[in-house]
């Protein structure tokens, strides 16, 4: 089976760096998502790992180490739209299908 | 915009009832998805289709069930309501079905309150 854990909640202030914890444990891996999604709405997708180390989108960074079953989500220049839940996923092998097990989610609050 | 349409937005019924929730994949995407979102119980992956055929099923109830039809929409039909099945049921789509796949695309949701 699969498990994800994520911290339930952070406060940030605007402008700073926080980072967003993940920790894993599969019977197989075979990639990390992290997904936005605000209250009431859909997620939605902001990155992807498969390898090792860090992939930089912007103000929005997502690193894995797949020995450790970890990765993190690094926001920077927080601005208070980034209030939301940050959603971490594993993917599963499967061969023909394509099954996301996501984590509880984990709430940022951005405050002035 | 994700480009993946759920109808309807919202659905209040009652206990014991049969309702059905649509989901028209994104232009190309051959892979839906169907997930069970509630306040106690975080984002349940529930099943795929890939281009009409079931390919992964997660932690389905019996009592529900799917099917993607040849022009790639699907439904998800859910029979004898319970309290506990009110919950937002999102529908994603990907272009692939298996490992070579990435990103999902999540619908608007569904809004199911059973009564």
């Known amino acids: 089976g699969q498990n994800i854990d994520q911290p339930t909640e952070m406060t940030a202030t605007e402008g700073a760096i926080v980072q967003i914890n993940c920790t894993y444990q599969?019977?197989?891996?075979?990639?990390l998502f992290w997904y936005q999604q605000h209250a009431g709405e859909a997620p939605t997708f902001l990155s992807y790992?498969?390898?090792?180390g860090l992939e930089e989108k912007g103000r929005f960074s997502s690193f894995l180490s797949r020995s450790k079953g970890y990765s993190y989500l690094l926001l920077k220049e927080l601005q208070m739209k980034d209030s939301a839940s940050y959603l971490c996923?594993?993917?599963?092998?499967?061969?023909?299908?394509?099954?996301?097990?996501f984590g509880a989610g984990t709430i940022l609050r951005v405050k002035s | 915009d994700s480009g993946v349409t759920q109808t309807p937005k919202h659905l209040i019924t009652a206990t014991g009832q049969r309702v059905t929730l649509r989901c028209s994949p994104r232009?190309?995407?051959?892979?839906v998805y169907w997930y069970q979102q509630s306040l106690d119980q975080g984002l349940q992956f529930l099943i795929q289709?890939?281009?009409?055929?079931?390919?992964a099923k997660g932690n389905i109830l019996e009592r529900f069930s799917a099917q993607q039809f040849p022009d790639l929409h699907s439904e998800l039909n859910l029979s004898s309501l319970e309290l506990g099945d009110s919950a937002l049921y999102f529908c994603?789509?990907?272009?692939?079905?298996?490992?070579?796949?990435?990103?999902?695309?999540f619908g608007p949701g569904t809004r199911l309150t059973v009564l």
């Open positions: 599969t019977s197989g891996f075979n990639g």
């Open positions: 994603a789509s990907s272009v692939r079905a298996g490992a070579s796949s990435n990103e999902q695309f």
């Open positions: 996923a594993v993917r599963g092998y499967m061969e023909y299908g394509n099954k996301l097990v």
């Open positions: 232009s190309g995407d051959l892979s």
């Open positions: 289709y890939y281009n009409g055929e079931e390919r």
């Open positions: 790992n498969v390898l090792d």
